[in-house]
């Protein structure tokens, strides 16, 4: 098992796990919120993981909304962040994240309708949290 950046449930932890239930009822804009509350209170360096998880919900946010061309930008700005910042130490599937937001800009290249996709990351969340947090301390 790859060892997890976080050690224990920070502080704001929280956020994460709120703007993935936001993500997931397609509340796009709250969950871009939830995540940038989450951005500023998370000070190391690797917390712009939460960047790209930022800009992809934002991409989602401006599709929902008909503005397929600060969409597309988005999507070349988020999947970097995602890449560039520990993305296996995070309770997303990150390889997932990125094979879709390289799709949605590909669709919209070739003039397609995008849609934002649904990814489930509260249940990435929840079995990431097990295997990460929830296993009892084995004493020696």
């Known amino acids: 098992m790859k060892r997890a950046v976080f050690a224990a449930r920070p502080a704001w932890w929280d956020e994460v796990r709120l703007g993935a239930q936001c993500y997931d009822d397609g509340r796009f804009w709250h969950a871009h919120e939830h995540w940038e509350c989450a951005w500023k209170a998370h000070l ?27 969409a597309r930008r988005l999507l070349d700005l988020g999947p970097t962040h995602l890449f560039e910042n520990h993305p296996l130490s995070w309770p997303f599937d990150t ?9 949605m ?36």
Do not use: N
Not at 95 to 103: E, F, K
């Open 95 to 103: 390889a997932h994240l990125l094979t879709v937001a390289a799709a």
């Open 44 to 70: 190391e360096l690797h917390r712009h993981y939460l960047k790209g998880l930022i800009q992809f919900t934002a991409a989602c946010y401006h599709l929902e909304r008909g503005r397929p061309s600060a």
């Open 105 to 140: 800009g590909a669709g919209l290249d070739r003039g397609r309708r995008v849609v934002p996709p649904v990814l489930g990351l509260v249940r990435m969340l929840d079995c990431w949290e097990r295997d990460h947090w929830d296993k009892p301390t084995v004493k020696s």
